[in-house]
């Protein structure tokens, strides 16, 4: 997408010297018909350089009021972003050089343009967004027209505030960024120490040098006070070398916030996350911030919003959060639709029954059916001849088995308090098969054994989430859903408006105390690098 060996553009470059629309006219309309592709490879940018051009008749665009040099300030500000103002333009570009031949005039003109489609198109939707796949399965946001952005900038000569309007407005989003700039602090003053490998693990009790390493370590990210560590430069004091109380709870703090055993044990595991670099962290916040630019722009007016891992699920109302609960899911949900997913909720089925996974049904229920039939219609299993309301029902006998194992029949299991979708099941139809469901006080609550279906999401709170959802309806009360939980008969209650409901993976996100908590998935986060074209070396 990019252009190839650029540099960051310097601020406070002097206004370019480019003359008017008579001299660079022709020599724009000639460029854009002979190599219209020559300085994008991106299909979406190129077609905006196109009719950007093609709305003023091929006049220059960046030769009055200061624009090359405003924008050229504002390029330099997107590494607050996470992107790299380097890619955006030539090296050898130079927006101040004085020149009356048409040709530099109509490339200079067409790059300037070229680099702000670019700048917009990567924040809007991201450099690395991957497709949707299948690609039927239109979950993704469609990328808005760039023309008029670019229009409004030059009118208003507004070019950084025209490109921070296309960034996302999530809460997670703006922290990151936050984050982002803390670590390059850290990295602008020399990053920190690492943790030296003495042979043994290191906890309370242990005593020397690497115990004062592991302190600034721990301080450097704000795990352990800083008045608890000696000062860069600072000889530290003999109680520096203790590995006391403090420094055991800086330590666990430490190991919850990357995922890893909490026992407040400086072994090889919690040593080598500590020993990560700087340049490292800065990375996963970059990888992180682009995954933010994949999906929807903001919140929605009203809504549902799932962010994994952390299994939280958040109502919002008018944009804002209205209440939040936590979630549980199968494994095989995070993988469903890249890192973000967006459908509609249409209704909700109280008392649901549950069609039973092919491979469950053969793997897990019929063993145990064969047996103990009397087991199997205890558990209210009913074998069917599809997953409709009005299927066929079969006799729960050998020939029915054999029928189910060999993929001609099916089961289903009736709703009740054995039923593993509990008493209410939020129906979001979708290539992916992502629902909600919920029983209220469940047990079995944390519990991931079962496969259920490859897309659950089971909630803690399912009353109260019905109750939200259902606010909007005129025939339904927080009375009614209550009867309706508690009722064993199947009821459908289809929504007026169908309810967003957003779904988003990030493996780095800030927790509501302010700390910066990492769930790494280190193939998924080099993939990501490599297409977007981050490095841990980048600036």
């Known amino acids: 997408m990019a252009a190839a060996h650029a540099q960051q553009p310097t601020t406070g470059v002097p206004e370019a010297t480019i003359p008017g629309p008579s001299l660079g006219t022709a020599a724009i309309e000639k460029f854009l018909r002979d190599a219209p592709g020559a300085l994008t490879n991106d299909a979406i940018v190129s077609d905006a350089v196109t009719r950007f051009y093609a709305g003023r008749k091929n006049e220059p665009a ?28 030539p090296a050898d570009f130079d927006a101040a050089a004085p020149t009356s031949v048409p040709e530099t005039i109509a490339r200079r003109d067409i790059t300037l343009t070229t680099a702000f489609f670019e700048i917009a198109h990567d924040i809007r939707v ?19 027209d760039l023309v008029p952005e670019l229009e409004s900038a030059l009118a208003n000569g507004d070019f950084a505030g025209r490109l921070a309007s296309m960034e996302p407005t999530w809460d997670g989003y703006v922290a990151l960024k936050a984050a982002l700039k803390r670590y390059r602090d850290i990295a602008a003053t020399g990053g920190w120490p690492d943790v030296p490998n003495i042979g043994r693990s290191l906890r309370i009790g242990s005593r020397g040098s690497a115990v004062v390493a592991l302190r600034r370590r721990l301080a450097a990210e704000e795990d352990l006070p800083a008045r608890l560590a000696p000062r860069k430069g600072e000889e530290p004091a003999g109680w520096h070398e203790r590995f006391d109380g403090a420094l055991d709870n800086a330590v666990r703090q430490f190991q919850a916030r990357h995922e890893l055993q909490v026992d407040g044990i400086v072994g090889p595991m919690t040593r080598g996350a500590l020993n990560e670099s700087v340049g490292e962290r800065i990375l996963q916040v970059r990888i992180n911030l682009e995954r933010w630019r994949w999906g929807e722009r903001q919140p929605p007016e009203r809504g549902l919003v799932v962010l ?6 958040i109502a919002y109302e008018r944009r804002r959060p209205a209440f939040r609960m936590r979630v549980n899911h199968g494994h095989a949900l995070r993988d469903l639709a890249g890192d973000s997913f ?20 053969t793997g897990e229920i019929l063993p145990k059916a064969r047996k103990d039939p009397a087991w199997f219609q205890a558990q209210g299993f009913e074998i069917v001849s599809d997953y409709h309301p009005g299927a066929v029902i079969h006799p729960p006998d050998e020939a029915s088995f054999d029928q189910v194992q060999a993929g001609k029949l099916f089961l289903r299991q009736k709703p009740g308090r054995d039923n593993p979708l509990g008493q209410v099941k939020f129906m979001v139809p979708n290539y992916f098969a992502i629902y909600l469901h919920g029983r209220e006080k469940d047990p079995g609550f944390e519990t991931t054994t079962l496969d259920i279906g490859r897309g659950w999401i089971r909630v803690e709170e399912p009353q109260k989430l019905a109750t939200f959802v259902l606010a909007k309806e005129s025939s339904w009360d927080a009375r009614r859903v209550r009867k309706a939980m508690d009722s064993t008969k199947s009821e459908r209650a289809p929504l007026s408006q169908p309810l967003p409901v957003i779904i988003l993976c990030r493996d780095i996100y800030v927790d509501d105390a302010g700390h910066l908590q990492f769930r790494l998935v280190p193939e998924r986060d080099a993939q990501i690098a490599k297409a977007a074209g981050f490095s841990a070396k980048d600036p």
């Open 342 to 361: 967006a459908d509609k909720l249409e209704y909700l089925e109280f008392a649901p029954s549950w069609s039973v996974p092919p491979h469950v049904a």
């Open 308 to 313: 994994l891992p952390q299994r939280e699920l």
């Open 62 to 89: 960046w030769g009055a009021d200061g624009a090359a040099a405003k924008f050229l300030e504002a390029i330099g500000r997107v590494g607050d972003l996470g992107l790299n103002p380097k890619n955006y333009l």
């Open 126 to 144: 991201g450099r690395a967004r991957p497709p949707a796949d299948p690609p039927s399965a239109q979950w993704q946001p469609a990328v808005p």
